[in-house]
């Protein structure tokens, strides 16, 4: 039975008005406009980071930081510690938990020292929170569990009970599931006291999880029952998903499959209604399954697909949440670095305004001593003159300063730009990399378990038809994991280039050999048309791999019965190697991505094969450390040439 557990939240908890909350908001930054740099001014900085975390997490930390700076002026551990709580929770809040934790360890060390124990049952909790989202469950329970022990100091009944829900739902993931039942028994019995129905069906679901795990289905029944018939109404659209997941797997695990129907229609209905592709995705996880053993293969093929694009959906979308999140944070640290520089900017001019009133000054006070002495006023011009020409050079001094400053800032802004583009290059290069990983895997798996469940009952046609699916997976996932490996230590320098004498038409007789059985399968003729004795220049393990990677790219976009053929064009300085199938082609703006880091594109072959273009960046890579060229001609419905050059080997 898979679950989405619940997980309640002491510090994310908040229930506001929003006009309200802007009024609030006004009123607390004019009174900071007004404010000197004191304590009264910290605690109206964290009050307004605190007011922020219900609606703008970057502004929540922008304030927090300025307070955590105030606090560290002042010598302010309270209202330090306060600020690090506030840090965390807000970058926790984006989803950057690494850095939440180091901000609430900080609060936490705080707290002790002042001997604050509701500041310490709070960091505690925080930090139970994010280790949860960490999935370091024993840590995140050793943390909930001092925050249970305050609370049932404190006897406050609706914090213990999220208490125990949560350790017994920690206990659950890492499978100890006696103590999870305690404390489960523990939560439903102050939800019943406490009359809380809607957390005593929250409850009853974490329970019936547990005796479904361990097989007890009359148990799980009789739990499920009692949910459906005095607490589903109760419950919001997200906990009735759940609910229709927990009940569908049940009847599917006794092989009631007209139930599963129904309460799978339920959810799918609820999951539409909610727009949760987590729901989806479960849903048609259970299709699968349930067309799988009912034998409409057709249907559970597509239910499949369905639930992989569901599953890259989701992963998707938690990329790009990340990637939005990062770039928030690095907005606010950008406008930060421009009032810093701002302020640098009006210190500077503050300088400049005292140095003219000085001059003022000094100007008043000549023109009252040419009355008095002549001799005076002569020394006093000189004396003036020279302070002038000092000014003047501590100006200048100070204007060079200003535009290195300037210029060093420009300089990191366009550097994190930069770092920010290849980042989000390497993600993109790993997201398509893991997509086509997963859905190859996903396939292995999805069909080898049809076979491991359905063998004795299968025809022996779709055995084979399974068994070929499985093969061909498993192919296309060892060619990509060998081109990353050969592509990662080439990255890392770690394979060494080694040029020597090669014949050529003996390495393409062994590449033929070696993809002979794949081009066998799609009944593909392959002609090696090189001379004998054409010998080129090059490192015979990165040549083989580039036409290897060559070849396996022909026979997939070659269709059945088709041609690939081997010949080269030599030249003066230099022979061009070609390799010429009668295949598909490509088209226009799939050529202007080929050999391009962060443009590889995923497509399929003739025959469905997966394929990232990873491999022809690695051809690219190793092509450039011969300092020669790679390059490809192409027609839709006509065929594609690819081809790269290599010197001759000097005469003997």
Same mark, same amino acid.
Do not use: R
């Given at each position: 039975m898979k679950r989405r557990f619940y997980f309640i939240l002491?510090?994310?908890?908040y229930s506001f008005v929003l006009s309200a909350q802007v009024n609030k908001l006004d009123n607390l930054e004019s009174l900071l406009l007004n404010e000197e740099k004191n304590s009264l001014k910290v605690k109206l900085l964290n009050e307004i980071s605190e007011e922020y975390l219900k609606s703008d997490y970057e502004k929540s930390i922008s304030y927090a930081k300025q307070a955590l700076d105030l606090s560290e002026l002042l010598n302010s551990n309270t209202e330090k510690a306060k600020s690090l709580s506030l840090l965390g929770k807000g970058y926790m809040y984006l989803g950057l938990n690494e850095q939440a934790i180091i901000y609430f360890f900080e609060s936490l060390d705080l707290y002790k020292e002042l001997q604050d124990s509701i500041g310490i049952t709070r960091s505690y909790c925080s930090l139970g929170t994010v280790n949860w989202f960490l999935n370091e469950f024993d840590q995140a329970l050793s943390y909930f569990k001092e925050t249970s022990i305050f609370y049932e100091q404190k006897k406050d009944s609706a914090a213990i009970i999220s208490s125990y829900l949560n350790m017994g739902i920690c206990y659950y993931v890492i499978q100890q599931n006696d103590s999870a039942n305690y404390f489960l028994d523990k939560a439903l019995g102050y939800s019943i006291k406490l009359k809380k129905h809607k957390t005593i069906g929250v409850v009853l679901m974490q329970m019936a999880s547990i005796t479904f795990k361990e097989r007890d289905f009359k148990t799980t029944f009789e739990i499920l029952q009692e949910i459906e018939? =005095? %607490?589903l109404n109760l419950l919001d659209i997200a906990d009735k998903g759940e609910f229709y997941c927990s009940i569908s797997d049940y009847y599917l695990a006794i092989s009631d499959y007209q139930n599963v129907e =129904? %309460?799978?229609?339920?959810?799918?209905s609820v999951a539409k209604q909610s727009g949760s592709m987590e729901l989806?995705?479960?849903y048609y996880d259970s299709k699968f399954k349930l067309e799988s053993h009912t034998e409409n293969y057709k249907e559970a093929i597509q239910d499949l697909i369905k639930f992989n694009q569901y599953q890259d959906s989701l992963i998707d979308l938690n990329y790009n949440r990340k990637i939005e999140n990062l770039g928030k944070l690095r907005e606010v640290e950008r406008k930060e670095s421009e009032i810093s520089l701002l302020k640098k900017n009006n210190q500077l001019q503050n300088v400049k305004i005292a140095e003219s009133k000085k001059l003022q000054r000094l100007y008043i006070l000549v023109s009252a001593l040419l009355f008095i002495l002549v001799i005076i006023i002569y020394r006093s011009f000189h004396l003036n003159k020279k302070r002038n020409d000092l000014l003047n050079l501590k100006n200048k001094e100070l204007n060079s300063q200003k535009e290195k400053i300037e210029t060093t800032a420009e300089q990191l802004i366009e550097k994190n730009k930069d770092l920010l583009k290849l980042n989000t290059v390497k993600d993109k290069f790993y997201s398509i990399i893991s997509h086509d990983l997963r859905g190859s895997v996903g396939n292995i798996k999805g069909f080898s378990d049809l076979l491991k469940e359905r063998y004795d009952v299968l025809p022996e046609d779709k055995k084979k038809k399974y068994v070929s699916l499985i093969s061909k997976s498993g192919n296309s996932t060892l060619n990509l994991l060998n081109n990353l490996l050969d592509w990662s230590r080439s990255q890392q320098?770690?394979?060494?280039?080694?040029?020597?004498k090669i014949n050529l038409h003996d390495l393409v007789s062994n590449v033929l050999y070696y993809t002979a059985p794949i081009a066998a399968k799609k009944n593909i003729s392959t002609f090696n048309k090189l001379d004998e004795n054409t010998f080129v220049f090059g490192d015979n393990g990165m040549i083989f791999t580039i036409l290897r990677n060559l070849v396996s790219n022909a026979i997939k976009f070659t269709s059945t019965g088709g041609n690939i053929n081997f010949f080269a064009e030599k030249k003066e300085d230099y022979i061009t190697i070609h390799v010429k199938d009668n295949g598909v082609g490509?088209?226009?703006d799939v050529l202007a991505k080929l050999f391009k880091t962060g443009e590889m594109c995923s497509t399929l072959g003739t025959e469905n094969e997966s394929g990232t273009g990873m491999g022809l960046l690695l051809c690219k890579e190793f092509i450039s450390k011969h300092d020669q060229n790679i390059g490809v001609v192409?027609?839709?419905?006509i065929g594609s040439d690819f081809w790269f050059t290599l010197e001759f080997p000097e005469k003997d």
């Open positions: 002491f510090i994310s908890c018939n =005095k %607490y =129904k %309460y799978l229609l339920k959810l799918h989806l995705k479960y320098d770690k394979i060494a280039f080694n040029p020597e490509i088209s226009e192409s027609s839709l419905g």
